[in-house]
């Protein structure tokens, strides 16, 4: 089937990517000319696994980039939405950029004659797709005069629940596949998925908007409620992973995001939660778990600061170094990642960061510019009087002569990386 994908992110360049890899024909479109290039270079705009060698296997056969919507929408039959959903101030979900690309597409599709099915795989709040990209879609934004003629446009909403850092392996073994839309947009996308072994839900476009929501407010809820067990568990001399460990083995728990730390980050959970939590409200209802999973999570990194400034006192002028910087480990991304308040506050407190990060330097320099990005680990903890574990990377479970570098041997770990048998070690939850 021929595909347009708008938005070449994470979910648009795997989705484009693994579409080709399933045998479609794939364009992609972006307002970013530089990530046009890219992917018509066979070069990935981003870190992902397996990515770059999808790209470079079928980028100038089965898949190419664009930033003319006329161009990818006259050579597809099915277009995804796959542009950002970001938080406005208030935590609400802001669809500006949802808007602007259906108006765009309705465009596009002025005057077309065959059926097109437009795809929202972005993650919106319910009814989105129906009374927000329908419309616009079928109207197109140019006050009403573009859109296809005799509503041959059909619309459809098909979540994404990939997880960055295995983004391409996800969505080629995914374990639920949820399509929302009527019989014919809704079968028409289900087709494409056809090479892939998933029982596919097939439901309403609301209902497939708020499964994706209900999915990761869960997740959320799981690490919340993990990091509320943990502190309470710490003031209490016991060990928050032999207690999760164990209620894992319950199969109606699940031992999957139960690891008690520094919080959850990522361009996901808080953002979606936080719309979630903005439409209960908009529609009179106070959603007091979900409020509760979002104050738990922004206290975590704060834990941090507290656990350091227990152990080496007022911070000016102390030399900490931050180890990791994305969001989780495997990713370069930083949305939302627990360095960030982290960073702020050691800043606001006088401290000097020496920060490493396999990947996710060149990212953090964008928000951090003069602090000290350090090519290793063990440069960074070289002549600190503490150090933060932000990330969860394989690498900093081998760390150990490293740490006879600092100053003092200070360890505040967030992720349960580390067990120096020397020095001062603390865990955030134990
Ligand atoms: P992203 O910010 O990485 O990518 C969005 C892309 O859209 C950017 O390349 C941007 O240049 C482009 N863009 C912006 N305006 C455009 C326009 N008018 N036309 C064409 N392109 C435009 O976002 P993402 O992480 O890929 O997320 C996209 C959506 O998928 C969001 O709703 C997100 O919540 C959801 N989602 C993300 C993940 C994830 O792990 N990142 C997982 C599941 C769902």
Redesign the pocket.
Known sequence: MDVSI?????????TGACFAELGHNVVS????SE?VAQINAGIS??YEPGLSELLKKHAGTRLRAT?D?NDAISSSDVTFI?????SDEDGNIDLS??R??SK?IGDALAGREQYHVVVV????VPATTDEVVAPLVRVGGMGGTGGAKGGDVGVAMN??????GK?VHDFMNPDKIVIGGDTRAAGTVASLYEKIPCEITLTDTRTAEMI?YANNSFLATKISFANEIGNICKKLGIDVYEVMAAIGKDYRISEHFLNAGAGFG???FP??VKALIGRAKEIGYDPILLNAVIEVNEEQPMRMIELLTERVGDLRNKRIAVLGLAFKNDTD?I?ETRSIPVITELLNRGATVAAYDPLAAGNMRKVFSDIEYCKSAGDALSGSDACLIMTEWDEFGSLDQEFDAMKEIVVIDGRRMVTPDRGLYEGICW
């Open positions: 708008i938005g070449t992110g994470y979910v648009g360049t795997v479109v972006d307002i970013d990530k705009p981003i930033s919507y796959c542009v950002g959903t970001p950029i949802v602007s690309a765009k795989k972005s993650t919106v979540p994404e629940f990939l997880r960055e983004a994706k990522g361009s996901c953002k979606d991304d949305r």
